[in-house]
């Protein structure tokens, strides 16, 4: 069984993107992110399991807010380590983990989920046990080592966004899919066929294992390995075709350079929705938006994170 380092990096709330945008930079795979905001919740919403909260823990998490990063706990790990923290100047700790750790051990937190007006996320071991609405769309997930639970703010206003946006028989096109759960999520609401594109190869596999999940096969959808942001060809391929609803839920200093690629991928009327942008960062976003040609229709904002609506100008 392969073994696996835990990278931990503390840094201050107000430094998180930047953090985040540094370490995907320096072609980090994937991230795991912790913020103050949403370890209160947890507490609040669990209370009944403790008497009370260790004050100095509540001390240690003001402000700060964490990301989590994975390597093989061998030597090629360590040097490729080096090469994530490049220009980065924190303090990080690691921890050792069995791949079955990484794997799983989250699960027991992931919970079904109600997102916008009809859309339930459940859990795929608990498919069985569910208490879905009649009426609700579902879609059963099990994200496995990828980032896409359906449980953080960004990824949710992107959900909610789909529900709005899509025009049932369109093509819909996602940048940075994950664990694929935005594209599945359009074609449970009636899109004609998805594609999508994620840095990570892993995320290729989860994702069509997740949409195998929903009963969807290739024949409607595609999920393809690499950064459009430095590869030509792939955005060439992507380029092939127009879509209806293009989707980046990503990172602010993703979502700026991309968007001149935007208007040549969008089908006439189409509309682009990114998220994963910090609040504070979301008028910046926007400016580069109009710059690149689209008009920002609508803009939406949860616990701190902003997701944009845009059409061609």
């Not at 540094?22 to 905001?37: D, F, M, S, T, Y």
């Not at 990484?102 to 009809?118: D, F, I, M, N, T």
Request: net charge negative.
């Amino acid at each position: 069984m392969d073994k696996w380092l835990e990278i931990i990096i503390d840094t201050p709330s107000a430094d998180l993107e930047a953090v985040s945008a540094r370490l995907i930079a320096n072609n980090v795979p994937g991230l795991a992110v912790e913020e103050e905001e949403e370890f209160r919740a947890f507490l609040e919403e669990n209370r009944q399991y403790w008497d009370y909260v260790d004050d100095e823990l509540l001390e240690r998490m003001k402000g700060v807010s964490r990301v989590k990063l994975y390597v093989t706990d061998d030597e090629d790990g360590r040097k490729q380590l080096e090469g994530y923290l490049q220009g980065i100047d924190l303090p990080y700790t690691t921890v050792p983990l069995r791949e079955y750790d990484w794997a799983h051990s989250w699960q027991k937190y992931y919970r079904p989920l109600s997102v916008g007006e009809k859309l339930w996320i459940v859990p795929e071991w608990e498919k069985d046990a569910a208490q879905v609405p009649p009426g609700a769309v579902t879609l059963l997930m099990n994200p496995g080592l990828t980032f896409g639970t359906g449980s953080h703010a960004s990824t949710q206003l992107c959900l909610e966004g789909v529900e709005a946006d899509l025009v049932p028989g369109a093509a819909v096109l996602d940048l940075g899919c994950g664990s694929g759960i935005l594209s599945i999520a359009a074609l449970a609401l009636g899109a004609d066929h998805v594609v999508g594109v994620d840095i990570d190869p892993k995320a290729v596999d989860v994702a069509y294992e997740n949409a195998a999940l929903n009963g969807y096969g290739k024949d409607v959808c595609r999920y393809l390995a690499g950064n459009v942001l430095d590869d030509p060809a792939l955005v060439a391929e992507l380029g092939r075709e127009t879509y209806g609803l293009v989707l980046a839920n990503i990172v602010a200093d993703v979502i700026i350079p991309l968007a001149p690629l935007v208007p040549g991928l969008l089908a006439e009327g189409g509309t682009f929705l990114c998220s994963g942008i910090i609040d504070r960062r979301g008028d910046e976003v926007a400016a580069a938006l109009e710059k690149a040609g689209l008009a920002v229709i609508r803009r939406m904002e949860k616990n701190g994170w902003v997701a944009l609506a845009a059409k061609v100008q």
